[in-house]
């Protein structure tokens, strides 16, 4: 049976408050965004059902990751895979990720699998990564059929909110904009709000 999907969008960063996008390279979270992370813990509604947690490798979904479900990590014995597909798709720095040997380094005692992270990653200006509509569908098209193929019956996918301006039709773009659980202050459209934080395959 295909896996429900609980998606969750990454707490408030750094750049969020600024509105800056360009001073800050892969930011961290706020004060508030780790409390965000707390909120979600106490109140999200699935935590028995979790079995496995799939991140964007950017920072900032990375702590909302280990930080929002960090009872389920340790009584679980979950472990956090880093998904380069679920990536911010924008070439800006506070888009672009932090060099893989960066992140295992600054990870090195939290439970996350970095495997899918390879060094090219990051590289925003051309191939597969590139800032291009036809390069971020064709992601999305992959992360979705790699979860799809995952044994687990529930998953916390913990990404970022851009894909919902390409098409819907890209299947993981269609499950951002319905089903995006956002902790950050800003209005949802209707349609996120009633369908929230989950989803499964048709």
Same mark, same amino acid.
């Given at each position: 049976?295909?896996?429900?999907? &609980?998606?969750?969008? &990454?707490?408030?960063?750094? &750049?969020?408050?600024?509105?800056?996008?360009?001073? =800050?390279?892969?930011?961290?979270?706020?004060? %508030?965004?780790?409390?965000?992370?707390?909120? #979600?813990?106490?109140?999200?509604?699935? &935590?028995?059902?979790?079995?496995?947690?799939? +991140?964007?490798?950017?920072?900032?979904?990375?702590?909302?990751? %280990?930080?929002?479900?960090?009872?389920?990590?340790?009584?679980?014995?979950?472990?956090?895979?880093?998904?380069?597909?679920?990536?911010?798709?924008?070439?800006?720095?506070?888009?672009?990720? /932090?060099?893989?040997?960066? #992140?295992?380094?600054?990870?090195? /005692?939290?439970?996350?699998?970095?495997?899918?992270?390879?060094?090219?990653?990051?590289?925003?200006?051309?191939?597969?990564?590139?800032?291009?509509?036809?390069?971020?569908?064709?992601?999305?098209?992959?992360?979705?059929?790699?979860?799809?193929?995952?044994?687990?019956?529930?998953?916390?996918?913990?990404?970022?909110?851009?894909?919902?301006?390409?098409?819907? /039709?890209? #299947?993981?773009?269609?499950?951002?904009?319905?089903?995006?659980? +956002?902790?950050?202050?800003?209005?949802?459209?209707?349609?996120?709000? +009633?369908? %929230?934080?989950?989803?499964? =395959?048709?």
């Amino acid at each position: 049976m295909a896996p429900k999907l &609980h998606l969750v969008r &990454h707490a408030q960063g750094l &750049h969020n408050v600024h509105d800056d996008y360009t001073r =800050f390279r892969d930011p961290l979270l706020t004060p %508030l965004g780790k409390q965000q992370c707390v909120e #979600l813990q106490k109140n999200f509604p699935h &935590h028995q059902g979790v079995e496995l947690i799939v +991140s964007s490798p950017i920072r900032r979904t990375l702590y909302t990751s %280990l930080l929002s479900f960090k009872d389920d990590i340790k009584t679980k014995g979950l472990k956090i895979i880093a998904l380069p597909e679920l990536q911010e798709t924008t070439e800006l720095p506070c888009d672009t990720g /932090s060099d893989p040997i960066e #992140l295992a380094n600054e990870f090195a /005692s939290d439970p996350i699998d970095f495997t899918l992270v390879h060094p090219d990653w990051n590289d925003k200006k051309k191939g597969k990564w590139a800032f291009e509509k036809e390069a971020i569908t064709k992601r999305a098209r992959e992360a979705r059929e790699w979860l799809y193929q995952r044994p687990e019956k529930e998953i916390v996918v913990v990404t970022h909110g851009s894909y919902r301006s390409f098409d819907k /039709s890209a #299947l993981i773009a269609a499950i951002v904009v319905l089903c995006v659980m +956002s902790l950050l202050p800003m209005p949802l459209p209707t349609s996120s709000r +009633s369908l %929230l934080s989950h989803l499964r =395959f048709q």
